[in-house]
């Protein structure tokens, strides 16, 4: 499957507390009726006050093709969208979300672990927007992630669901690709991995032990954005 990925932050002014409640009773019904998508998740943060944004959006669709159809690609138009398709969708976000702090990720998706049968509606997620060291390619971080730290890290102790997805459009991604890791338990997920307000995170051992030291190998730790939440399917269609 392919996915649109959304990391929100709240406008200025308004609490996360409206913010969630005006996403989830007027602006998530919108986001459900785009044509094309097969599912739809919204991930709120377990801390609020020490989450790096608001939000996540999640938008699911068949094909790459499919989802260009409805937003287009990073290559032919900005990250505000402006295709007639998602209109209403688009003009509702200014109502809640700061337009200027939106990132948008577009990529495909690949369960490496799924010990759920794809029912993620109430775990909690760890998703890792992940960043290449400086002078290592794209292509040579996909190869490391992929072949050397994707079987450690779902392996990690408490993980459920692991799941990476990488860019469609590298050149053009804000990230190099994200790593989602669910747990059933917020505890065991903290344990870990550690808590929000933090980009780095120190567990004692195990398989956490062996992925945080792996991840040095491949990762710019301190440009790497993540975000610790709880997922709510909305809409999931055959």
Do not use: C
Not at 110 to 124: A, E, F, I, M, P
Not at 135 to 155: K, L
């Amino acid at each position: 499957m392919y996915k649109q990925i959304v990391l929100l932050t709240r406008k200025k002014g308004t609490t996360h507390e409206a913010f969630a409640d005006y996403w989830r009773e007027t602006h998530a019904p919108l986001a459900e009726d785009i044509a094309g998508v097969r599912r739809y998740n919204i991930v709120l943060p377990t801390d609020p006050e020490n989450a790096e944004f608001d939000g996540l959006a999640e938008l699911y669709f068949e094909s790459l093709t499919e989802l260009y159809e409805v937003f287009g690609s990073r290559g032919d138009h900005e990250p505000d969208f402006g295709r007639e398709a998602v209109a209403a969708v688009n003009t509702d976000v200014r109502n809640f979300a700061d337009l200027g702090a939106l990132t948008r990720f577009a990529g495909e998706e690949t369960v490496q672990r799924d010990d759920v049968d794809g029912d993620t509606d109430g775990l909690y997620k760890h998703s890792a927007f992940l960043v290449r060291q400086e002078g290592m390619s794209h292509e040579a971080f996909v190869e490391y992630w992929q072949h050397n730290h994707t079987p450690i890290a779902r392996e990690i102790e408490g993980v459920v669901r692991y799941a990476t997805v990488l860019p469609a459009e590298p050149e053009h991604a804000a990230f190099d690709g994200v790593a989602e890791l669910y747990f059933e338990d917020v505890g065991a997920l903290q344990d870990a991995l550690g808590g929000a307000g933090s980009r780095d995170y120190d567990p004692e051992k195990g398989m956490a032990k062996r992925a945080r030291e792996d991840v040095n190998n491949f990762l710019a730790i301190d440009r790497r954005p993540r975000f610790i939440g709880r997922e709510t399917v909305r809409l999931e269609r055959q």
